[in-house]
Nanobody
Framework: VQLQASGGGLVQAGGSLRLSCAAS????????MGWFRQAPGKEREGISC????????YYDDSVKGRFTISRDNAKKMVYLQMNSLKPEDTAVYFC????????????????WGQGTLVTVSS
């Protein structure tokens, strides 16, 4: 599956953004979909994931209650709604896919989008 992330931009603290990830391929529904982010000088970290089939969602504590992941299998899209953004959310955000289960480890995912930059100003 090929992925393309979009929706990043510049937003003030407390604002909202919705990231989108468009997928190609026939079997999108059979992929677990994750969102990762990488801030300057830091390692890539997993922040949210939505499982295939039962669509169970997972969130890192840093975004829990502020971010919501969802998917639309008919449109082959996955979304990350980000509310109450903080300056520490500034990073390049990546979507990722894998045929297995969700994971917090980037090495687990076989397909990656190109990343979209989110900048939160204070």
């Amino acid at each position: 599956v090929q992925l393309q992330a979009s929706g990043g931009g510049l937003v003030q603290a407390g604002g909202s953004l919705r990231l989108s990830c468009a997928a190609s391929g026939r079997t999108f529904s059979s992929y677990a979909m994750g969102w990762f982010r990488q801030a300057p000088g830091k390692e890539r970290e997993g922040i949210s994931c939505i499982a295939k089939y039962d669509e169970t969602t997972y969130y890192d504590d840093s975004v829990k209650g502020r971010f919501t992941i969802s998917r639309d299998n008919a449109k082959k899209m996955v979304y990350l709604q980000m509310n109450s953004l903080k300056p520490e959310d500034t990073a390049v955000y990546f979507c990722a896919a894998d045929r297995r289960r969700c994971s917090w480890y980037s090495s687990h995912f076989s397909s990656w989008g190109q990343g979209t930059l989110v900048t939160v100003s204070s």
